[in-house]
């Protein structure tokens, strides 16, 4: 506990700071009251729904890319340094830097089929949206953010099996198939959340009247 609190610790700097944002945003609207729901329903409320559907479509191919990328981070960084001793591991195990890159392909795949989603409906009259279409935007943002997460702890989990697989094989080559077996289950963690992804765009209809 003390060396999480020390002033070396990234908590120590990050803590003031999230507790002034906090105490900004909810101090902004009404200053009579501590936290001004109204306002802040209101403001979340006049967000355009592109606004979502746009910030799902980024999650799903950002965080994909930085999950492959930490994960490729990861094992290429052990396959390099065990390849030194040992450079017979060096092209069995490119097989798992290949996995890490399917975890970026998976969000690239879904945030084309999120990006395909999108369709132009004029405003009311005052200037808001229709039920329908705030709720595209919502399930789009949901849906790229699902993808993007379930990708981004994909990546990091296929990044450390695949590390522990270049290193074991280095010691015992026998160890290597059945350490790509769990970085095979673990690579399959991504699909969940792409399915998931696109069942929950199901429903997406920005021209539907309400019912």
């Known amino acids: 506990?003390?060396?999480?609190?020390?002033?070396?610790?990234?908590?120590?700097?990050?803590?003031?700071?999230?507790?002034?944002?906090?105490?900004?945003?909810?101090?902004?609207?009404?200053?009579?009251?501590?936290i001004d729901w109204d306002w802040l329903w209101l403001l979340f409320h006049s967000i355009s729904p592109y606004f979502w559907a746009a910030m799902g479509v980024?999650?799903?191919i950002g965080l994909s890319v930085l999950g492959a990328a930490w994960g490729i981070f990861?094992?290429?960084?052990?396959?390099?340094?065990?390849?030194?001793?040992?450079?017979?591991?060096?092209?069995?195990?490119?097989?798992?830097?290949i996995f890490c890159e399917a975890v970026a392909i998976y969000g690239v795949v879904v945030a084309i089929i999120l990006q395909t989603k999108i369709e132009f409906v004029p405003p009311l009259s005052d200037g808001s949206y229709s039920?329908?279409?705030m709720f595209s935007g919502y399930s789009i943002f949901g849906s790229g953010l699902t993808c993007g997460f379930a990708n981004l702890v994909c990546g990091m989990c296929v990044g450390i099996v695949g590390s522990s697989a270049a290193l074991s094989d280095a010691q015992n080559a026998a160890l290597f198939v059945k350490i790509l077996v769990v970085e095979i289950f673990g690579s399959a963690?991504?699909?969940?959340?792409?399915?998931?992804?696109?069942v929950m765009t199901g429903g997406v209809d920005w021209g539907a009247t309400n019912g």
């Open 1 to 34: 506990m003390v060396q999480l609190m020390s002033l070396n610790s990234p908590i120590t700097l990050l803590l003031p700071i999230t507790l002034t944002c906090i105490c900004f945003i909810i101090s902004v609207g009404d200053p009579a009251r501590f």
């Open 58 to 60: 980024a999650f799903a």
């Open 74 to 97: 990861i094992t290429g960084s052990s396959l390099v340094g065990a390849a030194v001793r040992v450079p017979r591991i060096t092209s069995k195990n490119l097989i798992s830097v």
């Open 131 to 133: 039920s329908a279409a």
């Open 189 to 198: 963690l991504g699909l969940f959340g792409v399915i998931i992804a696109i």
